[in-house]
């Protein structure tokens, strides 16, 4: 670990500033580890001497949902999903950049619990990018993993991300990235993205280990970059006048990883070295947007058990699922989307928790692209239990989102 430090504290101090140019009047931090894709540019605020800037967005979710889940009684929640403040621009000179996201609804704080953090920070990083190539990053904030993951839960298309998104991901961390892209409006496209980090996610201040996460992961764009970086959000608002295809695929390396999900989940008895394969393609073109992934984590001897107490134990959720995801939108900004999911877990875990299938449509209008839109879905879940038995639940929902 020191030595990628040292690795990378001496590549930054080789590039020299004064052989770049870079462009401030449109100083858009255009990489896939920001907080979330935004169609506006917000409040900003910049010195009258340009060494300064400084700009601020928020968005929120409120929703009401329907559910009936079998065995259970009929229910219904209300509540604001997310409520999101997010700060970025520069300091001293427009190479370095910083980024800043804050949370503060229950469902993306958390319940506070004795010996944890409150999650309010979501993000806090520094940016180096010294050409439109390369973007280095240090700090908190979102792996280069699956699109999904990637995309801003206000850039979706349904609701909520699918249950291969929830139980498979890998989300947030604190570390290094670096980026080289290489993005063309016509031609041949593909971007390499790497991080190194701690593997533990997102405000963890328990005791510290000997264990790193290794993540990288390759895009490819065979008919150049998609319009109004439309990699970054879900559906084609733009309408690509000729087909646009993404082609990627991550591999992340968690090693010696104290939470069950690795970055996510409760802390597991015993550390385990978790794999976790991510691939995902989406084609769009004219209004219609076809999404596909694939993703899988894997580890040897899932099932972490408590020294002290052998009847007590806790597990790697190890297995795979894939993700069918097929819209349209119409001229009017009316869109419909359906969503096919299937989960498939390890053998070593099948006892312990269910196989799943969903099934997603839902009807958004937007009324100012995703930063300001009116979304319906009805989702119906499928889970087969290790005994032959079977279950389902579903629920109805309708979500505002808003933001700047």
Same mark, same amino acid.
Not at 140 to 149: C, D, F, I
Not at 202 to 208: E, G, Y
Not at 308 to 321: A, C, H, M, R
Not at 368 to 387: C, I, M, N, P, R
């Given at each position: 670990?020191?030595?990628?430090? !040292?690795?990378?504290?001496?590549?930054?101090?080789?590039?020299?500033?004064?052989?770049?140019?870079?462009?401030?009047?449109?100083?858009?931090?255009?990489?896939?580890?920001?907080?979330?894709?935004?169609?506006?540019?917000?409040?900003?605020?910049?010195?009258?001497?340009?060494?300064?800037?400084?700009?601020?967005?928020?968005?929120?979710?409120?929703?009401?949902?329907?559910?009936?889940?079998?065995?259970?009684?009929?229910?219904?929640?209300?509540?604001?999903?997310?409520?999101?403040?997010?700060?970025?621009?520069?300091?001293?000179?427009?190479?370095?950049?910083?980024?800043?996201?804050?949370?503060?609804?229950?469902?993306?704080?958390?319940?506070?619990?004795?010996?944890?953090?409150?999650?309010?920070?979501?993000?806090?990083?520094?940016?180096?990018?010294?050409?439109?190539?390369?973007?280095?990053?240090?700090?908190?904030?979102?792996?280069?993993?699956?699109?999904?993951?990637?995309?801003?839960? $206000?850039?979706?298309?349904?609701?909520?991300? !699918?249950?291969?998104?929830?139980?498979?991901?890998?989300?947030?961390?604190?570390?290094?990235?670096?980026?080289?892209?290489?993005?063309?409006?016509?031609?041949?496209?593909?971007?390499?993205?790497?991080?190194?980090?701690?593997?533990?996610?997102?405000?963890?201040?328990?005791?510290?280990?000997? $264990?790193?996460?290794?993540? $990288?992961?390759?895009?490819?764009?065979?008919?150049?970059?998609?319009?109004?970086?439309?990699?970054?959000?879900?559906?084609?608002?733009?309408?690509?006048?000729?087909?646009?295809?993404?082609? !990627?695929?991550?591999?992340?390396?968690?090693?010696?990883?104290?939470?069950?999900?690795?970055?996510?989940?409760?802390?597991?008895?015993?550390?385990?070295?978790?794999?976790?394969?991510?691939?995902?393609?989406?084609?769009?073109?004219?209004?219609?947007?076809?999404?596909?992934?694939?993703?899988?984590? %894997?580890?040897?001897?899932?099932?972490?058990?408590?020294?002290?107490?052998?009847?007590?134990?806790?597990?790697?959720?190890?297995?795979?699922?894939?993700?069918?995801?097929? %819209?349209?939108?119409?001229?009017?900004?009316?869109?419909?989307?359906?969503?096919? %999911?299937?989960?498939?877990?390890?053998?070593?875990?099948?006892?312990?928790?269910?196989?799943?299938?969903?099934? %997603?449509?839902?009807?958004?209008?937007?009324?100012?692209?995703?930063?300001?839109?009116?979304? $319906?879905?009805?989702?119906?879940?499928?889970?087969?239990?290790?005994?032959?038995?079977?279950?389902?639940?579903?629920?109805?929902?309708?979500?505002?989102?808003?933001?700047?």
């Amino acid at each position: 670990m020191k030595k990628l430090i !040292s690795f990378f504290l001496l590549f930054l101090s080789s590039v020299s500033l004064s052989q770049i140019k870079l462009e401030t009047k449109n100083n858009d931090l255009k990489l896939e580890a920001l907080p979330y894709y935004s169609y506006g540019k917000g409040l900003g605020i910049t010195s009258p001497d340009s060494l300064f800037q400084l700009n601020i967005r928020f968005r929120m979710q409120n929703r009401v949902t329907y559910f009936e889940n079998e065995g259970e009684d009929a229910a219904y929640s209300g509540e604001i999903r997310r409520l999101r403040l997010r700060f970025d621009g520069y300091v001293g000179n427009p190479h370095f950049l910083y980024v800043i996201q804050l949370s503060f609804a229950p469902g993306d704080v958390g319940e506070i619990q004795d010996g944890e953090n409150i999650n309010i920070i979501r993000d806090a990083a520094v940016f180096y990018r010294p050409n439109k190539h390369w973007s280095f990053l240090f700090g908190q904030t979102k792996l280069p993993g699956n699109r999904q993951r990637i995309n801003s839960s $206000g850039a979706l298309q349904l609701t909520d991300r !699918s249950i291969n998104n929830a139980r498979f991901t890998i989300d947030r961390d604190f570390g290094f990235q670096a980026y080289y892209l290489n993005e063309n409006k016509d031609k041949f496209s593909y971007n390499v993205k790497t991080a190194v980090s701690t593997g533990e996610g997102r405000n963890f201040t328990k005791s510290s280990d000997d $264990g790193v996460a290794l993540t $990288g992961k390759l895009e490819l764009m065979p008919f150049g970059s998609f319009k109004n970086d439309g990699t970054n959000f879900e559906g084609d608002l733009g309408r690509e006048k000729s087909p646009k295809l993404l082609l !990627s695929g991550a591999f992340h390396q968690n090693n010696l990883a104290k939470r069950a999900q690795g970055q996510l989940g409760n802390d597991l008895f015993e550390q385990k070295t978790m794999k976790s394969v991510l691939l995902d393609a989406m084609l769009k073109y004219n209004g219609w947007s076809l999404m596909s992934s694939y993703m899988s984590r %894997s580890a040897k001897d899932p099932i972490a058990f408590n020294p002290e107490d052998i009847t007590e134990f806790n597990y790697v959720p190890v297995g795979s699922g894939m993700d069918y995801q097929l %819209s349209y939108v119409f001229p009017t900004n009316y869109e419909i989307i359906g969503r096919f %999911s299937t989960q498939k877990m390890h053998e070593d875990i099948q006892a312990l928790t269910p196989d799943s299938k969903q099934y %997603s449509l839902g009807v958004t209008k937007y009324l100012w692209e995703h930063a300001f839109k009116l979304q $319906g879905e009805v989702t119906l879940s499928d889970l087969d239990y290790f005994d032959g038995s079977n279950k389902q639940n579903w629920y109805v929902r309708l979500q505002l989102e808003i933001g700047i």
